[in-house]
């Protein structure tokens, strides 16, 4: 692969149209030759940016570092023995310059760095958007059929999924249609603090993709005038240039509001164009692939959206009811806005005169622009439901000002179906009277829109930590002198929760707690947050979800307490099972509360399950933890199929591998057990992979295709389950791995001195990303840290360790014994195996233990610290070794060519940030001085920043 080498040079001359990039728009034989221009442009023009901001001095440092680490890189970067002499020179230059640096001076070139790789990324979130439209247009002139060529046809797309499907033969087109029909993904947006980068840049980034798109949309007509090339190479230096000169830090934690704002900021400015968009495609896809005949439903809703932002209180005192209350008062604010405006934008539009009979008589027979006079009310009275939402918010937040008019619930809209009916009457008015086009132009859009976000925008889900449940239980046990519900056993918990849930009197009244210092603060807060729920209106709150569930007592404690505060429509109620055991008895937990007929008459046949991956693996390990999340879907699917009960299961995946995410969405949905999915998929979506994902429009509409047509093929396609000797190998595997990883991270007493000196652990506290504080508990180790900085910390260094800890040491003792070649057919012909062992082999193509070597070197001074990191990379290179023999190949992701790309354009520009980052932390551990300790903190916040888009992950 051609070698990419992107100085920070002059930007003079720099510019997206050159003589050779028209010809290559033209024959579209190398796009990444495009991708490459496009990324060496924006580095010259970022270099002349720094050298007009920063001055000619800073440049060179950026300079002399970039070369350094090239260098390092073309001799092997410390795995290559016969070039050792050549690579330690050249990383010796690089600690070098990175320790001749003022502190400030560390910061500024450490946001050369960051935004270089903040520049590549939106280079290379545009390259897939401009692949897709080639392999597009490739595929509208390839067959010479009349084809709709809404979708491309890949074997992840439902342009390539509906027709593999109907071409097998033993699937009909109404099968496929009802399957499309009828599934549903739900996506819950969460605030989990790994999003490093400042609303403010990924606005920034954003413009620069479409100026990139735009640039191709120009080159595509063949030659550009002077003029129009102009206007956009400005444009991009304008933005470079703002981007250098905006502060890319957080400079306070966001309240959970702000938080919440954020994160559905996405389903205002992208989503609520792009999901009516891509449905759009999906029904000409299915018309073109299935016939005219099979059209998406009016009101079908393969997406929903939930959040978590403002509802998920497990571990944050921030999240308290009213912050509740106020996040979901706001967000029917901003639903009804979004309502009203395309309803303003409709109104502007249907100037007909003509309408049915069913309508005029809402309108009257004068009204000579029946459709505008219909909507007008409905215009009116949304503004009405904003006015009371905002009335209701002041006086949540205790305002004093007086209200000009109190609006009564009667005089708004409070459910979705309420504004639905009133919308269909006019879209089947306009398809009555021949204006079917109109109808299925923007009033279409809106239906679907409506019938996916409703008048609450993200409906959100409440989750508390089962102790905060029992301890209120507790707390009303002894008040009634009944005892103390803690110290009682499962069966006494049973038996006491099913009479109370049968029981027509209160278990307590609101004025027994409120008032009385026999209840501490935390349990108040815990009754209050169930006195909140009961106050909600329809589709405000979605689910329940109890963290850290062990037991059946953890799910009717909470249908207990809903009831009693008065909840009429309970919520479901959710337990989440996280731990290695809790996985394990989850089974067990599920049977107990299948079979208490308090239960059973209060779920409806129906039950919601989730699945923790980031705290399993923690726990126990990434390959134990993969195992013990397969069979626990496949034992909880059985349950409920034993016990006739619906099941849905919630999967609580990060973005990145060590907290179950996977960059391949398509195949990580086809890698789960089977039939355990059946056309439902909850899932979280976190942090940084919100924008990845749903930044933007083009992206948005591939990420929901990619779920839609991974669901439907996941339901209609046979995958091997597990064989029993392949059972009995996975739980070889496990144990060993699960071993190994608990040796290192529980047992070694060596082990958290060493975390928390060799990575920026401590510190990662500082980066105001979030609202929730680093650990559940503000003492203890490891065990008490959140997934997330322990995933994030760890990244930083590049060693990436949860990920592949005790996995090869799994491996390598398989492959030795008579249990080899079975290992080897299992990695070959189970695809669920070899999805987990692909994604270590990604992680450790994407570490780099020579770095992580570094980070020891300067910042470890225990002597039995440093002896466990030397013994821990050894390990690395062990795992190394084992997965590439597993796998068969000779080097990592031999035929991943994007993640190839992504590596060779970045790992320079990260090798420096780490140098850089080290240097920093040596700084700031032995810093007195409170203003240089504030300048060396901003500098460790940049390189962090810079490392994790270098990265393309961060927790």
Known sequence: MTNCNFRFHSSEGASLFHDDRISLAKEGNDLDKQLRSDVKTMGSILGETIQHFAGREIFDKVESLRLAAKSWRDAGAGRDESQKEACDHAFKSMCDTAASLSNQDLKTVSRAFAHFCAIANAAEFHHRSRWNEHRLAMHATSDGKNTSSAMI????????????????????????????????????????????????????????????????????????????????????????????????????????????ERGTLVVETVLWNALPSFLRKLDAVMIDTLGEQYSLPLESTPFKFSSWMGGDRDGNPNVTPDVTREVCLRNRIRAATLLKNDLSEIAGRLSTTFCSDELREKVGENARAPYRVYIASMIE????????????????????????????????????NQLLDEILLMYHSLNDTGNKLTAEGKVLD???????????????????????????????????????????????????????????????????????????????????????ISEQHDDSLNAYVISQATTASDVLAVLLLQIDA??????????????????????????????????????????????????????????????????TQEALAGVAKEHDVDLVFFHGKGGTVGRGGNPATFNAILSHAPNTINGRFRVTEQGEMIYQNFGHLDRAQRTLDIYTAAICAEKHTSRQSPTPKWRNLMDTLSKISCD????????????????????????????????????????????????????????????????????????SEVLRSEDGDELRSMYNEWGSFRTTVDLVEMVLAKSEPSIARHYDNVLVNDAKAKELGSAIREIHHKTE???????????????????????????PYVDCSNVLQAEILKRLRDCESEEEEAVLKDALLVSITGIANGMGNTG
Request: proline fraction near 4%; include cysteine; charged fraction near 25%.
């Open 566 to 631: 008065g909840v009429t429509k309970p919520l479901r109620v959710v337990p989440l099972f996280e731990t290695l055991d809790d996985l394990n008895g989850a089974a067990e937990t599920m049977k107990t509360l299948f079979t208490l007929p308090a239960y059973r008459a209060r779920i409806g046949g129906k039950q919601e399950v989730m699945i923790g991956y980031s705290d399993s693996a923690k726990d126990a390990g990434r390959l134990a933890a993969s195992w013990a999340q397969y069979e």
């Open 881 to 907: 070794n084992a997965v590439l023999d597993l796998a068969g190949h000779k080097t990592f992701c031999e035929t991943n060519i994007l993640l190839q790309r992504m590596l060779q354009v970045r790992n």
């Open 446 to 532: 809106l239906i679907r829109n409506l019938s996916a976000f409703g008048l609450t925008l993200c409906p959100l889900d409440v989750r508390q930590e089962s102790t905060r449940h029992t301890e209120a239980l507790d707390a009303i046990t002894k008040y009634l002198g009944l005892g103390s519900y803690a110290e009682w056993d499962e069966e006494t918990k049973l038996s006491w929760l099913q009479a109370e849930l049968s029981s027509k009197r209160p278990l307590i009244r609101t004025t027994d707690w409120k008032n009385n210092d026999a209840f501490s603060e935390t349990v108040k807060d815990t009754l209050d947050t169930f006195q909140m």
């Open 153 to 260: 046809p890949a074997e992840d797309s439902c342009g390539g999924v509906l027709p593999q499907l109907l071409s097998r033969g033993d699937l009909s087109a109404e099968q496929i249609y009802q399957t499309l029909c009828s599934q549903q993904v739900e996506l819950v947006l969460t605030a989990h603090p790994t999003e490093v980068n400042r609303r403010t840049l990924l606005d920034k980034h954003r413009r620069i993709q479409e100026l990139l798109t735009k640039a191709d949309d120009l080159r595509s007509k063949g030659a550009v005038p002077n003029f129009e090339k102009k206007v956009v190479n400005d444009s991009l230096k304008r933005e470079i240039g703002l981007m250098w000169q905006s502060d890319e830090l957080y400079r306070r934690k966001p309240s959970v509001q702000e938080e919440a």
């Open 381 to 416: 009275k949304l503004g009405s439901t904003i006015d009371w939402a905002d009335q209701e918010l002041r006086n949540v937040q205790g305002s004093s000002q007086p209200f000009e008019k109190s609006i009564s619930v009667s005089d708004i809209y409070l459910t979705k």
């Open 740 to 811: 190994a990883y608990r040796q290192i991270v529980r047992e070694d007493e060596r082990f958290v001195p060493y975390f928390r000196s060799a990575t920026p652990e401590l510190e990662l506290s500082a980066l105001n990303i979030g609202s929730r504080p680093a650990k559940r508990k503000v003492s203890g180790g490891v065990e008490s840290l959140r997934a997330i900085p322990w995933i994030f910390a760890w990244t930083q260094t590049r060693l990436n360790l949860p990920t592949w800890l005790g996995v090869g040491e799994a491996i």
